[in-house]
């Protein structure tokens, strides 16, 4: 998705939210009033969101050791039954 189009998206999701909260406190509907703020407060956090650039970590890109598998029991779970722990007596 391109800058624009995400801006135009922002602006048009922020005015209908915006008309919307402005039409519920004229009809006195708080609940809506209090919806159409948090989704406005939601869409600019986002928008500012998306156009933060996160810093990549080369080091764990080149240094990715591959992990080794879990001992797994007869059952399959990580954690021993009580049959193992018996056969190890």
């Given at each position: 998705?391109?800058?624009n189009?995400?801006?135009r998206l922002t602006?048009?999701?922020a005015v209908f939210l915006a008309v919307v909260t402005l039409f519920s406190i004229?009809?006195?509907?708080?609940?809506?009033?209090?919806?159409g703020i948090?989704?406005?407060?939601t869409v600019l956090s986002t928008y500012i969101w998306s156009?933060?650039?996160r810093p990549t970590n080369p080091y764990h890109e080149k240094h990715n050791e591959p992990?080794?598998?879990v001992k797994?029991?007869?059952n399959g779970s990580s954690y021993p039954s009580p049959m193992d722990i018996l056969e190890k007596q």
């Open positions: 998705m391109t800058n189009t995400r801006y602006l048009a999701a004229f009809l006195k509907m708080e609940a809506v009033a209090t919806a948090a989704g406005i407060m156009q933060t650039t992990t080794k598998p797994t029991s007869r």
